[in-house]
């Protein structure tokens, strides 16, 4: 007899969990003290057994010189957003 189990470890994760990158820009790095490119990118939150895209620190802004990640919020957080929405 086997028995069934509903976790499996070698299962994929859903892509709904997966940071997505929305684009890149300029902006000053506090580590490498300079103007650097960043990537920007939505950050799904777990609430119980669901992955919100939409919460207050969603969006993050990644170094890729020195791979610093910054959460953006409050005003630069929907300048970020404001500029995504038109093209």
Do not use: N, Q
């Not at 820009?25 to 939150?45: A, S």
């Not at 669901?50 to 300048?79: D, F, M, Q």
Request: charged content about 35%.
């Amino acid at each position: 007899m086997s028995i069934f189990s509903i976790f499996r470890p070698d299962r994929i994760p859903s892509l709904s969990r997966l940071p997505k990158e929305l684009g890149r820009e300029e902006r000053p790095c506090e580590r490498c003290v300079r103007r650097t490119e960043h990537i920007l990118y939505r950050v799904p939150k777990k609430v119980v057994l669901l992955y919100v895209k939409e919460h207050p620190e969603s969006l993050h802004a990644t170094c890729i010189v020195c791979a610093r990640s910054t959460v953006l919020t409050g005003e630069e957080r929907e300048r970020v957003l404001a500029s995504l929405r038109d093209p």
